[in-house]
T-cell receptor, first 113, second 114 residues
Framework: GEDVEQSLFLSVREGDSSVINCTYT??????LYWYKQEPGAGLQLLTY?????DMKQDQRLTVLLNKKDKHLSLRIADTQTGDSAIYFC?????????????FGKGTLLTVNP | GAGVSQSPSNKVTEKGKDVELRCDPI?????LYWYRQSLGQGLEFLIY????????KSGLPSDRFSAERTGGSVSTLTIQRTQQEDSAVYLC????????????FGPGTRLLVL
């Protein structure tokens, strides 16, 4: 079945790098996503990676995908206090239901000054 | 341009009452989604509308939940005879087509059932 797992909490110091990890179980995932949710706000798509890619970089964000281990990570370089939020990993699948997102429970990132 | 908007922002209701939650998608987006975010279950897919096709209602948790989309634009999620376990944030998203990688989310409606 579909399952996405994330650690619940991560705390880092301002200026350090943050690495948020995610594992998924379904090998038929097509795309894997990272969303950010700030307090009281909706979900903001940060980045996504197609399942045949190993890495994607976008400014301070680096996504690494290990398809063999079904492991996805999001690295935030030079983490700032404005990066404090909940980060959700999500996946979608090939075929007729490719619009559905399956989410992890989210990782609360706390950035300490 | 304007993003996805949802109303009300917050709703407090008594157990057993019906509630209606509204979503205004981004203009021109043909696909609309509802998700529920609750403490115990995380984010769950509820329902998907795409153009004039029959909606995918496979995520609706019970027959107390229903949704409609009028004129291919605004959508209303209705919960009848609310229960305390319905308390959650209800998120709406829209996309230009039915592809997950282009979903834009609204701020959500926070529902509290007393």
């Amino acid at each position: 079945g579909e399952d996405v797992e994330q650690s619940l909490f991560l705390s880092v110091r301002e200026g350090d790098s943050s690495v948020i990890n995610c594992t998924y179980t379904d090998s038929s995932s097509t795309y894997l996503y990272w969303y950010k949710q700030e307090p009281g706000a909706g979900l903001q798509l940060l980045t996504y990676i197609f399942s045949n890619m190993d890495m994607k970089q976008d400014q301070r964000l680096t996504v690494l995908l290990n398809k063999k281990d079904k492991h996805l990570s999001l690295r935030i370089a030079d983490t700032q206090t404005g990066d404090s939020a909940i980060y959700f990993c999500a996946e979608s699948f090939s075929g007729g239901s490719n619009y559905k997102l399956t989410f992890g429970k989210g990782t609360l990132l706390t950035v300490n000054p | 341009g304007a993003g996805v908007s949802q109303s009300p922002s917050n709703k407090v209701t008594e157990k057993g009452k019906d509630v209606e939650l509204r979503c205004d998608p981004i203009s021109g987006h043909t696909a609309l989604y509802w998700y529920r975010q609750s403490l115990g279950q995380g984010l769950e897919f509820l329902i998907y509308f795409q153009g004039n096709s029959a909606p995918d209602k496979s995520g609706l948790p019970s027959d107390r939940f229903s949704a409609e989309r009028t004129g291919g634009s605004v959508s209303t999620l209705t919960i009848q005879r609310t229960q305390q376990e319905d308390s959650a944030v209800y998120l709406c998203a829209s996309s230009p087509g039915g592809r997950a990688e282009t979903q834009y989310f609204g701020p959500g409606t926070r529902l509290l059932v007393l």
